[in-house]
DNA sequence: CAGTCCATGTTAGTTGAGCTTACATAGGCG
DNA sequence: CGCCTATGTAAGCTCAACTAACATGGACTG
């Protein structure tokens, strides 16, 4: 291997770190370093190099298509770096497992149901980043992801969970008896839409509804969205399993529901899983064939 | 990803280094710095993980089982990264194509043939290693190996070039007409042996022969071998492709013939070839059917 | 429109991780 | 035994990596 063709290691790790959280400030805050000493080394980087790793146009700058190639190989070599070095100091068996879920399935259905996982291992320390983003699962990082849609994410393993269409609903004391009979007859209304996502805009767009800027689209974290659609601030989309029992007491009306076929799963990385995380995913499959 | 249990990526290059070149002073070579710095780093690297990474019985250590795990790691990480950005430096296409091959293999059959693949791709800079040792084939370093044996190395692709089997020879001068009808009777004789590599003692050790100290083991580089033995020096045991012409011109009696299958193979990584790469293999491919 | 927040950049100065240098011990070989 | 070389240790040096301070600009809100 040729070492003095390597770039300076200090600086392929900055920018990594900057790939791998999206901002100097928290590749900084990663790093515990300044994001003044990312802002360099990036720089220094791309001078060294001769190639344009970022495309700063516009506030937030963007990975070059050369810059998505190099942060792909570094995450993968500093991650099958870590994972290893884990391994054998015994950390990987210790490192809390990173779970990643939407806020709400996180606040609905997972939290009431972490204490029976936590008396069955108190040994096993989670994280859980409640998220809409749709993170990437690493050696090393991210262990395991419970996300929403029809379980096709390639070069990953999936497991439904729970099925669970997208209903578009509304609080009777909003729509009151009011015929709802195409989306369109929803523009007048305010609109709820669950932070970090756009279902509510596509679903929208995608049945030819343009937005009714003056009544205003609010975005919420997930569970609090669901409560601000029982209050009557807005129509709001969402996974049915949320809303069911408002449905079923009438606090909230059906609108629209999509019958795509769709749901949570359960999405881990191929291979080998560390021991934490087979005890969780049993523990996961267990709990949502009782429910 | 948890930046933060990375280890110090000077001393994992620093070790990886070390495991690339199996001592102190070639790493501290390979990356321009002392042996002392190497030795440093690597005690701060087992320091660190708390992970004895070598075994430092003997003159020369040896890479505990940790170790060779970190280094399998390492180095594939290092060399993804490194690969990577040669690619789009576009260093990679500039790169010196780097072939191992065996002395022997190289002085006689190798370099007079060169000449040609210099004149139809003069744009591609070439590096041979002549060496015995088997080298690893990994992404930005080592392209491709041309090594001796029956074509089986797991993981990686072989074509066979010349067929060729291993012969013991002695010149008419050294043996005159004496009967030599066993392996032992070899043993009075001095013997030569290519440095670098253990196939006479391991001949031997095979037929049941015990070497005779008086007479001495005299370790050459393969070309300066096989010329000792053509002035009478000792047996030499090689690859008959080198001994044809003195076997049929008398210079050199054959003593005896391992009739194994065995000759001089293209070895290469699977997976795609950078240009220099293909170019170099579909030349000595043609070149290996003419001869 | 002004004010606020935050994303990114630049400059000058600081500092400690990474290294050098010098010396040492030990193994292998002729 | 002398020579060569592999590895180790300690003290001192240095510069790559970083901080702190200040700056510009984009997006959003009232």
Request: charge should be negative; glycine fraction near 8%; aromatic fraction near 6%.
């Amino acid at each position: 291997m040729d070492w003095s063709a390597l770039p300076p290691l200090s600086a392929l790790r900055a920018f990594a770190a900057y790939a791998d959280c999206g901002s100097l400030a928290e590749a900084g805050r990663a790093l515990n370093v300044s994001h003044a000493a990312i802002s360099q080394q990036i720089r220094n980087l791309e001078s060294h190099m001769g190639v344009p790793l970022l495309d700063r146009h516009g506030r937030r700058m963007q990975l070059s298509a050369e810059g998505e190639r190099l942060a792909e190989a570094l995450l993968e070599g500093f991650g099958t770096m870590l994972q290893t070095s884990d391994e054998l100091t015994g950390r990987d068996a210790d490192r809390p497992l990173e779970i990643s879920a939407t806020p709400g399935f996180a606040a609905v259905w997972l939290m009431p149901r972490l204490p029976l996982f936590r008396a069955r291992h108190p040994e096993i320390s989670l994280t859980i980043d409640p998220s809409a983003a749709l993170r990437t699962l690493e050696p090393g990082g991210l262990d395991v992801a419970i996300r929403y849609g029809n379980g096709d994410w390639p070069g990953l393993e999936s497991t439904l969970l729970v099925s669970s269409p997208i209903v578009v609903v509304a609080a009777t004391d909003l729509v009151g008896d009011r015929e709802i009979a195409t989306p369109a007859d929803l523009r007048p209304f305010p609109w709820l839409q669950e932070h970090g996502t756009n279902e509510a805009t596509d679903w929208f767009a995608e049945h030819g509804v343009e937005q009714d800027r003056s009544r205003g689209m609010t975005g919420l974290p997930g569970n609090m969205m669901i409560e601000a659609a029982r209050q009557g601030q807005g129509v709001a989309i969402t996974a049915r399993l949320f809303v069911e029992p408002d449905l079923e007491a009438g606090r909230l009306r059906l609108l629209f529901e999509d019958s795509r076929k769709k749901g949570y799963f359960l999405v881990t990385r191929p291979g080998v899983a560390r021991p934490p995380l087979r005890h969780f995913v049993s523990w996961l499959r267990r709990e949502a064939v009782k429910a």
